[in-house]
């Protein structure tokens, strides 16, 4: 079994940063991919952006280019995401995913993992 657990959501003003955490546990951590997700209420989940943990090759959803990195510390056993010039509709609740699978993708069902999530509010 793997647990995740996210931290680092808060409450900024538009133009603001934050970095989300998202720390690995249990038996063996087995995720070939990690990623970060987002829904905001009324809507799906949607992809933020993923990281290969082989390779650290990664992929971003077009409305985060620029704005957002994610990033590995294996150390650690823990991923990051900075986000930057930070906007109200990046209000959401963001989840971390882990994925079994060497191919990043954007759709969560194919993520095997997930943390319980934390609340990010950008006011205007």
């Known amino acids: 079994q793997v647990q995740l657990v996210e931290s680092g959501g808060g409450l900024v003003q538009a133009g603001g940063s934050l970095r989300l955490s998202c720390a690995a546990s249990?038996?063996?951590?087995?995720?070939?991919?990690m990623g970060w997700f987002r829904q905001a209420p009324g809507k799906e989940r949607e992809f933020v952006a993923a990281?290969?943990?082989?390779?650290?090759?990664?992929l971003y959803a077009d409305s985060v280019k620029g704005r957002f990195t994610i990033s590995k510390d294996n150390a650690k056993n823990t991923m990051y995401l900075q986000m930057n010039s930070l906007k109200p509709e990046d209000t959401a609740v963001y989840y971390c995913?882990?994925?079994?699978?060497?191919?990043?993708?954007?759709?969560?069902?194919?993520?095997?993992?997930w943390g319980q999530g934390t609340q990010v509010t950008v006011s205007s």
């Open positions: 995913a882990g994925d079994k699978s060497i191919v990043v993708r954007r759709i969560a069902a194919a993520f095997d993992y």
């Open positions: 249990g038996r063996t951590f087995s995720a070939a991919v």
């Open positions: 990281i290969r943990w082989s390779d650290r090759s990664t």
